[in-house]
């Protein structure tokens, strides 16, 4: 094996493979593989960190479960009676159902009683004043009082 010379790119650029693709270069890209695969063997500690790396990743990835327990699984599907499950969450759901339009409704009234008292509540009532300063604008004048302690207003 001849040494060949390697710049810190092309160092950073391997470990950043060997950390995406892992130790063995036949899983890489072919084009990663022609350009940088050579020189993974020219550093023995990238490659050494790179396969620690897959060492780590395939213990955790390894399934950790009895060998029967697909067929286990599988077996208690088999004997299930489908039908009657989904008949009996069917009754048990009906008095629910039934309810549903009357909690509708309810719904419906408490949102009108609700938005009754929130725009009674945003409406001012008009002052005295601002009537009178409107019925002046408007050309009124004011006459007096009538009998009924009401303003009277004329035209000029």
Same mark, same amino acid.
């Given at each position: 094996?001849?040494?060949?010379?390697?710049?810190?790119?092309?160092?950073?650029?391997? *470990?950043? /493979?060997?950390?995406?693709?892992? &130790?063995?270069?036949?899983?890489?890209?072919?084009?990663? *593989?022609?350009?940088?695969?050579?020189?993974?063997?020219?550093?023995?500690?990238?490659?050494?960190?790179?396969?620690?790396?897959?060492?780590?990743?395939?213990?955790?990835?390894?399934?950790?479960?009895?060998?029967?327990?697909?067929?286990?699984?599988?077996?208690?599907?088999?004997?299930?009676?489908?039908?009657?499950?989904? /008949?009996? *969450?069917?009754?048990?759901?009906?008095?629910? /159902?039934?309810? &549903?339009?009357?909690?509708?409704?309810?719904?419906?009234?408490?949102?009108?009683?609700?938005?009754?008292?929130?725009?009674?509540?945003?409406?001012?009532?008009?002052?005295?004043?601002?009537? &009178?300063?409107?019925? /002046?604008?408007?050309?009124?004048?004011?006459?007096?009082?009538?009998?009924?302690?009401?303003?009277?207003?004329?035209?000029?």
């Amino acid at each position: 094996m001849s040494k060949v010379a390697m710049s810190t790119e092309q160092m950073n650029r391997l *470990r950043e /493979i060997c950390d995406a693709y892992g &130790a063995d270069s036949a899983r890489w890209p072919a084009e990663l *593989r022609e350009q940088y695969g050579p020189l993974l063997d020219d550093v023995p500690e990238i490659r050494n960190e790179a396969e620690m790396l897959d060492g780590f990743l395939n213990a955790a990835t390894a399934p950790r479960m009895a060998e029967d327990l697909e067929r286990r699984v599988l077996a208690q599907f088999d004997n299930a009676p489908i039908a009657v499950g989904w /008949i009996a *969450r069917l009754r048990r759901s009906l008095p629910r /159902i039934r309810l &549903a339009p009357a909690g509708l409704l309810a719904g419906i009234g408490a949102m009108g009683v609700a938005s009754g008292i929130v725009s009674a509540s945003a409406q001012t009532p008009v002052p005295p004043e601002s009537e &009178a300063l409107s019925y /002046i604008e408007n050309g009124l004048t004011f006459s007096g009082l009538t009998d009924e302690e009401t303003l009277q207003w004329d035209e000029d």
